[in-house]
């Protein structure tokens, strides 16, 4: 067995760091000692939230991490930070240091691809990439990001403007409701003192009229 794996070892070839080699003893290795990498990377970082605040109540950060360490430990560096609690949700995020991170390889969680595809990171990777493989120039994909930056303003732009309605004409509904019932409840208050004067002011009259005890009555 030592005999047949020292042959077999001695048949790979070398090769730089950084590049692929496939071992021919355990075909799911990438040279001797480094595992392979789902996404095939050789670096196994992500990019991913790390969770702060209260209970009820989170925000998160957004960092580089080794894909082995846990979910809120230590990581490599912070790049952005994400609150889902606000209406829109608040996204802040350094974006050369994430897409310098995205072109070195690092893998963005599920969510965190989604914020990165919000803001646009994950598009200008893929026109980056674009230009690394010759398929157009780096001017060519700036235009096309811009393109896609101004139509993706505009559609922030319409929602905001349609949040803003929807809570002035809540303001207004409100404001609206809240005169009416106090108006109803004026009008009641009003009935109660109307009846409340007609009903004393018989009595008034006929206490006036009456006679008082003892007086004779006028003579004729």
């Not at 957004?62 to 990581?75: C, F, H, L, T, W």
């Not at 509904?173 to 003192?193: F, G, H, P, T, W």
Request: proline share 7%.
């Amino acid at each position: 067995m030592l005999v047949w794996l020292t042959k077999q070892l001695a048949g790979l070839r070398p090769h730089s760091p950084g590049t692929s080699v496939t071992n021919p003893i355990y075909p799911h290795l990438r040279g001797p000692f480094l595992w392979k990498n789902p996404n095939n990377r050789d670096m196994p970082t992500r990019i991913r939230l790390q969770r702060k605040g209260k209970k009820g109540q989170p925000y998160y950060h957004i960092v580089v991490a080794d894909q082995r360490s846990p979910r809120d430990g230590k990581y490599i560096e912070r790049i952005g930070a994400y609150d889902p609690g606000r209406n829109p949700a608040f996204i802040e995020i350094d974006r050369d240091k994430a897409l310098d991170w995205m072109q070195k390889g690092a893998q963005p969680t599920d969510t965190c691809r989604a914020i990165l595809s919000y803001t646009g990171l994950v598009y200008k990777n893929h026109l980056l990439n674009g230009v690394k493989k010759g398929a157009f120039d780096a001017t060519e994909a700036e235009r096309r990001f811009d393109i896609w930056m101004n139509e993706k303003n505009a559609k922030i732009e319409a929602k905001r403007s349609k949040l803003g309605e929807a809570r002035d004409k809540a303001t207004r509904d409100r404001v609206a409701a809240e005169l009416k019932k106090a108006e109803e409840k004026a009008a009641k208050i009003s009935a109660k003192l109307a009846a409340a004067s007609a009903t004393e002011a018989p009595a008034a009259e006929a206490a006036t009229e009456a006679p008082a005890e003892g007086e004779a009555p006028a003579a004729e």
